[in-house]
């Protein structure tokens, strides 16, 4: 780590001259292909280096070593990511390793085989080393359990990781892993990305297939991605991930640069918020400058939702924990436990039953929301917005055990832009543009029409290649990310 000491302040990260280096994935596929490296020592290191940061950051749930092992030792090297290791979320099924989803709620007993995501992204030839952490049922924004477990910011511990798949992003960010999935139901891919400093993807709605345990959602709000800390291991993976798909936004075809100049809106501000702080805006009117420098038309647009949404979308997200409360012992088996329950999934749980006799009213208006959404980009081809309201909280901020109506109302006001897209199905995607004055990274949020996730991409390489995103591992030579 770059230090060993317990200040909650410190930057922690585990890059140094091993097998993984300070390579991205699509540098670590390329040096498998020509037999610099071997998957076993790729997948060594990987351990090596979750052993050693993850006492300090609490960022993976369950472990998985021995079998990284015995895969790496038989890795089929025609996989185009054969050999990289990687994480699932804890929210998946994995083949022999438990799925708790953050939850004292949820037994840890071993998933009898793997489900659609975990079949699909193993496919492409990743070896994971284990699951990540994330708060109970990802009903939140940072990645905290209850009885005090926090994933901490490996760029400065004292602060969250977000969530809810702050545990990939710690990982991922503190170079103890390439890559790892990640999922989004109202920005839980986003966010991590803007706390952490990576780059987060949010597809269009249909993409991937859904998880088995994600069906039947009268709005389906969850994508499945990855966290990464280079916009071409987002074209890697996605090259990959769609040659087993019956169709495609063809992400993996992505050119390092849109093939045309582009008429952006810059959206500031939001109807179901607070002001943006000072870091946050500072960042985004930096960014609208970088794509004004690249020829792009930068133009001040409308938010393309109305105040009421805040109440819909939350409404809608309590009856998600109800219905998950009420069918536990069909979706997570016997050992579910209802007394096992957070504050925060048991307070949405009452919010759910209070608001029942609105809820087909809050229903029809997200749908007609989404059904809208396209429309909303007018002559504009992409909006840019913050992805958070303010800079990344301390580490607690959204502690499972708080009161919920405190916790409500902090998530809700941090949370005012990415949930939009998982109601329309929309693509996103965040990049770490910006800084604060003490190196906290901060985000911004480059949106889309349904279906122009490659768009998005190229766009997203052409900032990067022009202004490269700051490493955490700068002080030990990390080399920046190239385009794809």
């Not at 952490?133 to 009903?139: H, I, K, L, Q, Y």
């Not at 209850?146 to 969530?163: E, I, K, M, V």
């Not at 503190?174 to 999922?183: E, M, Q, T, W």
């Not at 001040?300 to 219905?323: I, Q, T």
Request: a negative charge; glycine letters at 10%; charged letters at 20%.
């Amino acid at each position: 780590m770059s230090s060993t000491d317990h200040d909650v302040r410190t930057r922690v990260h585990v890059f140094r001259d091993d097998a993984l280096g300070h390579d991205d994935a699509t540098a670590l596929a390329d040096r498998l292909q020509r037999g610099e490296v071997s998957p076993t020592e790729l997948v060594e290191a990987a351990i090596a280096r979750c052993e050693e940061v993850d006492p300090v950051l609490g960022a993976l749930a369950h472990t998985d070593y021995d079998r990284a092992r015995e895969r790496a030792a038989r890795a089929d090297l025609t996989d185009p990511l054969a050999g990289v290791p990687t994480a699932f979320k804890d929210n998946v099924l994995v083949e022999g390793t438990p799925m708790t989803q953050g939850s004292r709620a949820v037994a840890a007993t071993p998933a009898p085989r793997d489900g659609a995501i975990a079949r699909l992204f193993r496919s492409t030839g990743l070896i994971p080393v284990g699951t990540t952490a994330m708060p109970p049922f990802g009903w939140t924004a940072a990645t905290e359990r209850q009885g005090g477990l926090y994933t901490r910011n490996p760029w400065r511990t004292d602060r969250t990781s977000g969530g809810s798949s702050g545990g990939a992003a710690a990982l991922v960010a503190a170079g103890a892993l390439p890559l790892a999935h990640a999922n989004d139901g109202g920005g839980s891919t986003r966010i991590p990305a803007a706390a952490c400093g990576l780059v987060g993807l949010k597809i269009t709605r249909g993409l991937l297939p859904p998880d088995d345990w994600t069906g039947g959602m009268p709005i389906d709000l969850a994508s499945q991605s990855i966290l990464s800390r280079s916009v071409r291991d987002v074209v890697t993976t996605f090259a990959a991930l769609e040659r087993d798909l019956a169709f495609s936004a063809s992400i993996g075809t992505a050119k390092p640069a849109p093939s045309r100049r582009l008429r952006i809106g810059l959206i500031d501000a939001s109807p179901i918020g607070p002001a943006i702080d000072a870091d946050t805006r500072a960042t985004l009117e930096a960014t609208a400058r970088m794509l004004e420098d690249l020829g792009h038309h930068v133009e001040p647009a409308d938010p393309p939702v109305e105040a009421r949404f805040r109440e819909a979308f939350v409404a809608y997200w309590a009856l998600l924990s109800l219905g998950m409360s009420a069918t536990g012992h069909t979706r997570f088996g016997k050992g579910f436990s209802l007394r096992d329950l957070d504050a925060f999934t048991l307070g949405l749980n009452k919010l759910a039953l209070r608001e029942l006799w609105r809820m087909v009213s809050h229903l029809r208006y997200l749908k007609h929301v989404g059904a809208g959404y396209d429309a909303t980009f007018g002559d504009l081809d992409v909006i840019l917005s913050p992805v958070v309201s303010h800079v990344t909280p301390e580490a607690g901020y959204l502690d499972a055990d708080q009161r919920f109506e405190q916790h409500l109302q902090r998530v809700s006001d941090w949370v005012t832009f990415t949930p939009l897209q998982n109601v329309s199905g929309g693509p996103a995607i965040s990049l770490p543009t910006g800084a604060t004055a003490d190196g906290l990274p901060v985000g911004v949020q480059l949106s889309a029409r349904c279906g122009a996730d490659r768009l998005l991409v190229e766009l997203a390489a052409e900032i990067e290649a022009a202004h490269p995103w700051r490493r955490i591992d700068a002080d030990r030579g990390g080399r920046g990310p190239s385009s794809p």
